[in-house]
């Protein structure tokens, strides 16, 4: 491709991103103090304007060098005749099509940071001092008492205005302790700031060994820079943890490799609640992080140690989904076992993933569990992956 094709592509994929976001979305921003989607849009475009000249190209004879002060003042970028006249080339110059809009898929980690920046949360009050809240991400358990607040997972980095707001409508204890249930970034995305709320934060080792350094989920499509130091877990089990707080015992027990390497289940004995981060979702199709030691036989291995550890009066706050008990985890079992015999059956018939996928073999679940998170053909493919 000759350079300036490639500008002429890249422009075109600018178009259609543009044309794709509509238009009131132009001036959503995760955080008061990050950029707007406008704005993004118009640093790379404008930023790197002077670069066209560095490569020799002339600068397009009808862009309007008031355009940033239009957008801003305006809220949103008029789209199609400022990105074809302009940016497009500039961003290309800059950072290279591959950069902007190829065709990594890398969408499902950008998608949750935007959703969890509005996601209302939401609070239940379960038992004792234990209540849970609900958001983008995976859900937070809140013990209360004389020693301080304890959490068990953080949520999504950008949730933090919303999820600091809940927890404190919960009562004034300040936040002490944090429990991450595995590394995941919507379960550890709040551990910089936790932590900087005052908390101490506690994992199984797995967690801290991929927090430390930048890890790739190939599921995800998706690279994850290293946590900064303040998110890293200070202290780390490999296999059981006990600790007391706000008179009530945690029991904290590594799964084998499941949905990650990293995941553990919390138990607050007295109480009877018992949340298992990531190896049960409530009614949705799970994730399965085969980039950090997950699979489908350890998940369905990780909801059979569930089974065996439910009572009948347990409360079990899933990773993702509305609380439930003993027939939720059973379901989930049993809907999980079901597909992937179907799909090792496809597979071993010599079906590729695209047919796995058209044979719909989930047909009957789809409605209700493939809403959230992963879609229908996202969970197929992690199936047919593992089988
Ligand atoms: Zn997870």
Redesign the pocket.
């Given at each position: 491709m000759s350079p300036s094709n490639e500008l002429l592509h890249v422009s075109e994929q600018w178009i259609a991103l543009a044309e794709a976001t509509p238009a009131e979305k132009f001036a959503w921003r995760p955080v008061s103090g990050v950029r707007s989607t406008s704005e993004m849009y118009m640093h790379i475009v404008t930023a790197n304007f002077g670069l066209l000249k560095v490569i020799g190209l002339d600068t397009p004879a009808d862009l309007n060098p008031r355009l940033m002060t239009i957008t801003e003042s305006r809220g949103h970028i008029p789209r199609r005749r400022f990105l074809a006249a302009a940016g497009v080339t500039a961003a290309a110059a800059w950072l290279g099509p591959r950069a902007l809009f190829d065709e990594s898929g890398d969408v499902l980690v950008p998608n949750a940071f935007r959703e969890a920046a509005t996601a209302k949360i939401t609070v239940q009050t379960l038992r004792r001092n234990i209540s849970v809240l609900f958001g983008a991400g995976?859900n937070i358990a809140v013990l209360t008492g004389p020693d301080g607040k304890l959490l068990v997972d953080a949520e999504i980095v950008t949730a933090r205005p919303n999820v600091s707001k809940a927890i404190a409508g919960i009562n004034a204890d300040p936040i002490k302790q944090l429990i991450n249930?595995?590394?995941?970034f919507?379960?550890t995305g709040g551990n910089e700031w936790v932590h900087e709320a005052g908390a101490s934060i506690l994992a199984q080792e797995n967690t801290r060994k991929h927090l430390l350094v930048g890890t790739r989920v190939e599921g995800w499509k998706h690279t994850f820079p290293a946590a900064p130091p303040g998110a890293i877990p200070s202290t780390v089990f490999a296999e059981n943890h006990t600790l007391h707080a706000n008179h009530t015992t945690l029991v904290l027990k590594h799964y084998l490799p499941a949905?990650?390497d990293s995941?553990i289940s919390v138990h607050f004995v007295e109480a009877d609640v018992f949340h298992t981060?990531?190896t049960f979702w409530n009614r949705n199709y799970?994730?399965i992080?085969y980039s950090t030691g997950g699979s489908i036989d350890g998940q369905i291995r990780a909801a059979e140690a569930n089974i065996a550890k439910v009572t009948d009066s347990m409360i079990v706050i899933p990773?993702h989904g509305a609380v439930g008990g003993k027939a939720d985890l059973v379901l989930f079992r049993d809907v999980m076992v079901d597909l992937r015999e179907k799909v090792a059956a496809l597979k071993k018939q010599g079906r590729s993933l695209a047919e796995v996928i058209a044979a719909r073999p989930s047909a009957c679940t789809d409605e209700e569990w493939g809403n959230g998170f992963m879609t229908p053909a996202l969970f197929l493919e992690w199936v047919y992956q593992g089988v």
């Open positions: 995976g249930t595995h590394w995941h919507d379960h949905h990650t995941d981060g990531d799970p994730f992080d990773g």
